[in-house]
């Protein structure tokens, strides 16, 4: 189904290759064949707006979705941090270091991993081997998974880290306390970026959107309700970030696992352990680019 040694596609049945002459008349049979998708010939002003809106909407389609994912998922931090105002100084402090460079360190070489799906999945789909994209993301599964034991270290001594740069002492102190209660976080990342790269391929954008959107309400609750009713502090922040994210992982993952994915997704496997170097030095050079 795939090559030993690459992790990109590999082309199928070589074996019954039509002569030169059919190649050459089924190539110009269908150079020439209009596709349902082709943008109409645009003779008049009106005829170009007219495929400017209809290529316009399936841009949105897409896109509209995407962005709400992403203003959605941004915004968890960004609320805990508004939250974390009101308890007090220190704790918005400490929620603004840990937020912006301890996960933001972890992020970016997360979602960078995650990326290489992007192409591999999409050239799985445009090539109608569905099954390949399930392999694909549990190979990235495994691959960020590993890579997240090893950010978790970062995590775990983020407070020495932090004072070493300079960092003040106290803030020091209470981001560490903070990033080692949000480790759940780290792996929560490992699973959701993979995720969106299987589902976007598929165009299945709309479960994402609605995933972000209700972990979005929740979250603003619970962070009132745990930061500032209850006074849980820095605690409750990463208990609720925790959830939040772990959250939308597991709705996309009961949405795949239900079947709504087809022959995408048979099932875990054991290709997914094959051929993994290769996948490690795409996702280490798409993390490159990304980050």
Known sequence: MEGSKHPLLSPRNDDHKPDLLTQSSLLSSSSFAVDEDDINPI?????????????????????GPAIFTSLCQYSLGAITQVFAGHVGTLELAAVSVENSVVAGFAFGIMLGMGSALETLCGQAFGAGQLSMLGIYMQRSWLILISTALILMFVYIFAAPILIFVGQSIDISKAAGKLSVWMIPQLFAYALVFPLAKFLQAQSKMAVMAVTSG???????????????????????????LDSSWWFMVVVQLLYVFGGACGEAWFGFSWMAFH?????????????????
């Open 43 to 63: 003779i008049s002003t009106k005829d170009f707006f007219r495929e400017f809106i209809i290529e316009s909407k399936k841009l949105w389609y897409l896109a």
């Open 214 to 240: 209700v972990a979005l309400v929740l979250h603003t609750f619970f962070s009132w309700l745990l930061m500032v009713e209850l006074g849980w502090g820095l605690v409750g922040a990463a208990v609720v």
């Open 275 to 291: 051929n993994l170097w290769g996948f490690v030095k795409l996702s280490f050079a798409s993390a490159i680019m990304l980050w």
